[in-house]
């Protein structure tokens, strides 16, 4: 089982094998955990985020149809559940920080590298994490979605209920001012 396919786990998981679900928890959480928490303002909005989704997976098993890859439907899940959210409190995405007020994501430094550029490299994750931040929400979804989740252009659309040509400006305008900001466009 844990070599089957996305969409034959669901499938298991609607007719009752538990386990089935168990796999594709374990595939899937870390990506849409990232998701929700890049997408909301703080850790504990992205933990809600992330069970209610998981619950409405749980709930929607006996009604899924195989029609589109598993993550799409997944991710279309996810996405709903974020506008039902941006609706009710607005976003602003900060920087992901731990308890201490600190980010979260630090460049590591390898055997060769100068302490210079472990420098250069935090700075550059600040900007980028900024950049994002910036983004309005349609190209940061699209962003994020192509970038967290291994989305394609045609997924993303199908996921956000869009087509792909918006899909695809979408990424392409987020790329675009994400390179600017960085200083690499």
């Known amino acids: ?11 298991a998981y609607a007719g009752g094998d538990a386990g089935a679900f168990d796999v594709l928890y374990n595939r899937h959480r870390g990506a849409v955990f990232r998701l929700m928490l890049r997408s909301v303002k703080s850790r504990g909005e992205a933990e809600e985020l992330f069970q209610d989704i998981w619950m409405r997976v749980i709930e929607a098993r006996e009604r899924y149809v195989r029609t589109a890859k598993f993550t799409t439907w997944l991710y279309t899940v996810a996405h709903n559940r974020l506008i039902d959210h941006w609706r009710k409190k607005g976003l ?68 956000t209920g869009t087509n792909e040509e918006a899909a695809k400006s979408r990424l392409r305008y987020a790329m675009d001012k994400l390179k600017k900001a960085v200083g690499d466009g």
């Open 1 to 11: 089982m844990p070599d089957a396919a996305d969409e034959d786990l669901m499938l």
């Open 92 to 159: 602003t995405l900060v920087p992901v920080e731990n308890e201490e007020g600190e980010p979260v994501v630090e460049a590591v430094a390898g055997p060769f590298d100068e302490p210079h550029r472990v420098v250069e490299a935090r700075a550059t994750l600040g900007q980028l994490e900024a950049a994002i931040a910036a983004l309005p929400e349609a190209q940061r979804e699209a962003f994020l979605l192509h970038h967290e989740c291994d989305m394609t252009v045609p997924e993303i659309a199908k996921a």
